[in-house]
């Protein structure tokens, strides 16, 4: 396990390597995918942090706050961070599937997505939610689209 600070930072490197901004809505739901392809593909999380069923779609508050600075801005950082190499090839692969979207597809895409449906059940969109998601979904959901392909 590896913690949400360096996927972040590495998921950010590779975006702007392929030229892909990322503003802190989009590196939300760009770790929100990272954790749930590496639950699904191996059966534990990516790192210890937890996603919140916020209106704007899973988003881990910690991290949302340390990258509020940047409004909606590009984030800018330096080299990507050293992380296990079995890794890498998860992150290159949502970076590819995700990265050149923005951050209201990826968070409409989300919002479709049964495990933040679940979470966000019974709140209106504008109400503030902080109810997790529940990670053995997120685990069954992505497996199912795995199984699908």
Not at 99 to 104: K, P, V
Not at 112 to 125: K, N, T, Y
Not at 128 to 142: G, N, Q, S, T
Request: glycine share 4%; with cysteine.
């Amino acid at each position: 396990m590896t913690s949400a600070d360096a996927v972040a930072d590495y998921l950010i490197a590779l975006a702007h390597q392929r030229g892909e901004p990322v503003n802190n809505l989009k590196l939300q739901a760009l770790l929100y995918y990272a954790q749930a392809w590496h639950l699904a593909l191996h059966d534990e999380p990516l790192f210890p942090e937890k996603f919140q069923a916020w209106m704007t779609g899973p988003a881990i508050p910690r991290l949302y706050w340390k990258f509020k600075p940047f409004g909606i801005r590009d984030i800018a950082l330096g080299a990507a961070p050293e992380i296990p190499a079995a890794l890498e090839p998860l992150l290159r692969n949502v970076v590819e599937q995700y990265g050149s979207l923005d951050e209201y597809q990826l968070g409409s895409m989300t919002h479709r997505e049964s495990p933040w449906a679940s979470a966000h059940h019974g709140f209106d969109l504008a109400d503030p939610c902080e109810v997790e998601l529940d990670e053995a979904e997120m685990r069954e959901y992505f497996r199912q689209l795995a199984e699908a392909a």
